[in-house]
């Protein structure tokens, strides 16, 4: 079964070729689209454990990207990977 885990990634503009570029070249094994003025990176995990998938995602992203901030588009929680305490 295949689960999908919606991420939100900041700062990324989807009207920027060179990231559009970036995304296509590097990131394309994830499903890209911007809802609500955020830009949101869906993984596609086929394996038993999703969090071990979308934490890999993570790590992915950060090293072609460099910069961005995340947040777990579900979470109820204001608290993302690289603010523990949810601070941005």
């Not at 992203?61 to 777990?72: F, G």
């Amino acid at each position: 079964m295949e689960t999908q885990v919606p991420l939100i990634v900041r700062p990324v503009d989807l009207n920027d070729d060179d990231t559009v570029e970036q995304l296509a070249v590097d990131l394309a094994v994830f499903a890209w689209q911007e809802t609500a003025g955020q830009v949101v990176a869906t993984v596609f995990a086929a394996s038993s454990d999703p969090v071990a998938a979308a934490s890999a995602a993570v790590l992915c992203i950060r090293r072609v990207l460099r910069r961005p901030r995340w947040s777990a588009s579900t979470s109820s929680s204001s608290r993302s990977p690289t603010s523990p305490r949810g601070q941005d």
